[in-house]
């Protein structure tokens, strides 16, 4: 059965979840579907708002995935606050909440995995090669947990919604993936629950990161050569004080497979990966 919060119902089993979509189903409701991994931001009440218009009923899950955190990687400090969380979801539309545990996505004796090839192949997965796999496998769980007629994802993961994307079309999974815009704060910043660990000094660097990669963005639609675009990033990124960088990169931006003669010949875009202090931030933007 699903909780009911102040504001809205809380499922947290997939039969909960699969009664109440069922029941909407029967009225004759749309369904749209909003994943998070929670410590909701504006960023992700526009993807609430946008899967609200969308359809009549918006589903939302928190759910901070194991599977695609490294050993090393903040699986245990990642912030989880549901309860605000549920708070700003209601207040932007949503229908229902999906906040399963780890035992229920993953019960005892789950061993099937997701290989996505394509745009997963470079750029994140040279540093996180577990990521994708992760992300595939509890995506398309969710995916077909929820059933929705839409799915609503940001572009600010805009490797992740191409994977997602040739994912849910290469297993016929009938719901439409939509991407949206990034939010920003007033200084271009990309919106990110990971904002909240940087420090006053940490934030001023942090943005210039969205500066530092429109600037990329111009020379690249000019025709430069890619290479030099991208290493003049990845210098320029580093005298903006960030310690390292991952990778600056133009990508054709359907399928994110490199230029073959090295120059932008059609729809592209420039992505990266870089730290501030222990942080590490990433954004793109359409060339």
């Known amino acids: 059965m699903s909780e009911n919060s102040p504001s809205m119902p809380i499922a947290r089993s997939v039969d909960a ?8 189903r029967r009225q004759g409701f749309t369904v749209s579907f909003v994943p998070t991994m929670g410590a909701l931001h504006e960023g992700h009440l526009t993807l609430v708002r946008e899967a609200g218009q969308r359809a009549d009923k918006v589903v939302a899950s928190v759910f901070v995935n194991p599977t695609q955190f490294a050993a090393h990687e903040d699986l245990g400090t990642y912030p989880r606050r549901e309860a605000e969380d549920a708070a700003l979801l209601a207040g932007a539309g949503c229908d229902l909440l999906f906040a399963p545990t780890v035992g229920e996505m993953y019960p005892d004796g789950f061993v099937t995995s997701v290989a996505v090839g394509g745009p997963s192949q470079g750029l994140e997965t040279d540093f996180r090669p577990h990521f994708f796999g992760g992300v595939a496998v509890v995506v398309a769980k969710l995916l077909n947990q929820v059933q929705a007629d839409v799915a609503v994802f940001g572009e600010k993961d805009y490797q992740q919604l191409m994977v997602v994307r040739r994912m849910a079309r290469d297993l016929d999974i009938p719901t439409a993936i939509v991407g949206a815009p990034t939010m ?3 200084h271009g910043l990309a919106l990110s ?25 111009i020379k690249a639609a000019d025709r430069r050569p890619l290479a030099a675009v991208e290493r003049e990033a990845y210098s320029d990124l580093l005298k903006a004080g960030f ?28 992505l990266a990966a870089a730290w501030v202090g222990k942080t590490r931030l990433i954004d793109n933007l359409a060339v």
């Open 184 to 186: 920003r704060d007033g």
């Open 243 to 270: 310690e390292r960088v991952d990778y600056v990169a133009v990508r054709q931006a359907d399928d994110l497979a490199p230029f073959p003669n090295g120059v932008v010949e059609a729809p592209a875009r420039i």
């Open 193 to 217: 629950s990971r904002n909240a660990y940087l420090s006053e000094p940490e934030l001023d660097v942090a943005r210039c990161l969205n500066g530092v990669l429109a600037e990329a963005a």
């Open 17 to 24: 979840l699969r009664t109440a979509v069922r029941d909407w």
